[in-house]
């Protein structure tokens, strides 16, 4: 028969094996709350496979094939930048055409995109993709979300954004990747300096405007970065936000 103490140490090793095993799943378990909202993971047994689905009819049948046949979960963030893309992009004259789906997988990796296209009358001004990409671990046997990207690409020469609302998309980009109002603040007045004080068009290619890549854990957080590009000739061509997962 067992001691009191012997059965004392097995309950606690139990728990110890428990509290170890929760630690190892739960992936984001040290994350903030907030950043919790933008996180996903779910047990996944075997890698995706190669596949190419790039002509996707209804985002009823893409939500079918990463739901059903690859058992992931679509975020709370692919809906509030569906939704921040369709109010904020058209105007009187810019309306919203035909929206694009697509998934494509390597083997520990699927991508889901959604481009959404906006016209003034015939011709093409805007291409915004949604695109959601996920990593299989085998050693964990978890699927996650590695990256989300949002991309609002300005595709006429001398193009604009319909309503010219640059400082407006980036604020509304930065709460749906939830920055902080004071981190969002700080980032778009020092654009607005910037602009405002060139002496001569911008033309950087990748220009950070909000951003926390600066001495981050990625243990805690993930890396967060809201940047725009300009051509050669100053015009604006891009509103770019990616929140990643590094480790």
Not at 11 to 36: H, N, P, T, V, W
Request: hydrophobic share 35%.
């Amino acid at each position: 028969m067992m001691s009191k103490k012997t059965n004392i140490g097995i309950a606690l090793l139990m728990c110890l094996f428990i509290f170890a095993g929760c630690g190892s799943s739960d992936r984001y378990a040290k994350f903030s709350k907030e950043d919790q909202q933008l996180s996903w993971q779910g047990e996944h047994k075997r890698s995706f496979g190669d596949s190419d689905y790039s002509k996707i009819e209804t985002e009823a049948e893409a939500f079918s094939l990463v739901k059903d046949k690859y058992q992931l979960a679509i975020p709370s963030y692919y809906e509030e930048s569906k939704k921040l893309i369709e109010d904020e992009i058209p105007s009187e004259k810019v309306k919203q055409g035909e929206t694009l789906y697509s998934v494509f997988t390597r083997e520990k990796e699927l991508s889901f995109q959604t481009t959404y296209t906006f016209y003034e009358e015939d011709e093409l001004q805007i291409m915004a993709d949604v695109t959601l990409n996920y990593e299989f671990s085998k050693k964990q046997e978890q699927a996650y979300l590695r990256s989300q990207i949002v991309s609002i690409k300005v595709v006429q020469v001398k193009g604009q954004l319909p309503n010219d609302n640059v400082g407006e998309l980036i604020q509304n980009m930065g709460q749906t990747m939830k920055f902080s109002d004071e981190t969002i603040a700080t980032g778009l007045a020092g654009y607005e300096l910037q602009v405002d004080e060139a002496t001569s068009p911008i033309t950087t290619e990748f220009l950070p405007v909000v951003q926390n890549t600066n001495n981050i854990d990625k243990d805690t957080e993930f890396t967060k970065i809201i940047a725009v590009s300009y051509d050669v000739d100053g015009t604006l061509r891009e509103i770019y936000g990616e929140i990643s997962d590094l480790r």
